[in-house]
């Protein structure tokens, strides 16, 4: 863990592999593009991967939203949300959402750096993904509100190959996707979700192979 950890440090200070990680895990329309104009410019908004270490293993949770009407509602994603007036910075945004929406306090000195951010065109945000490690495994305590389940993944598991998949999704009417996803849990792990963790997954393999 200490080391991976170590890893981190280094490497999210250089060039990332953020553009072409991300491309891997975009969704298709079947039938043609799908293109969505917004008027306002994105929203600014942070995420959370708190990695921890349990027997030998790091992971880190992900939550399930519980069903709405939206473009995100049911789907897999992780804790955190949008920027708010009194953060004072997305580190500070993505701490307390974690915190939030699935009860784990974050100290400041536990974060490690942050991914490539990410234009969700869908619901017209710009994400920072921020990454943490704990010390020790957290208690989590989801908020019904927000989050449906809390479930984990190891990264080895993550960076497997056959993790990675491929499905047909409907999101709209007549809107039907060609979606490379995780299989985390049984749980499909696709869009935004997918496509921060597939630069995640970019370094993982640059440390194992380093």
Known sequence: MHQFVDFLKKRLKSDLPGGEAHQRMMAQRIGG????????PPRKGAVMIALYEEDG??????TQRPDYDGVHGGQV????????????????????ETFEEIGIQIERQNVI???????ITASNFIVKPVISFLAE??????????????FTAEINHLSDARTLKETELTVGPNIRLRAPYFDI????????????????????NEYKNG
């Open 137 to 150: 495994k957290p208690e989590f305590r989801r908020d019904p509100r927000e989050v449906a389940q809390i």
């Open 113 to 119: 750096g942050a991914l490539s951010d990410l234009n």
């Open 33 to 40: 593009d799908f293109r969505m104009n917004h008027t306002r």
């Open 185 to 204: 849990e049984e749980k499909v792990v696709w869009g935004a979700t997918s496509m921060i963790l597939s630069e995640f997954v970019s370094l993982i």
């Open 57 to 62: 293993k790091v992971f880190f949770p992900l």
């Open 77 to 96: 994603s992780l804790p955190g949300g949008k920027m708010e007036e009194e953060d004072v910075d997305l580190e500070t945004t993505a701490i307390r």
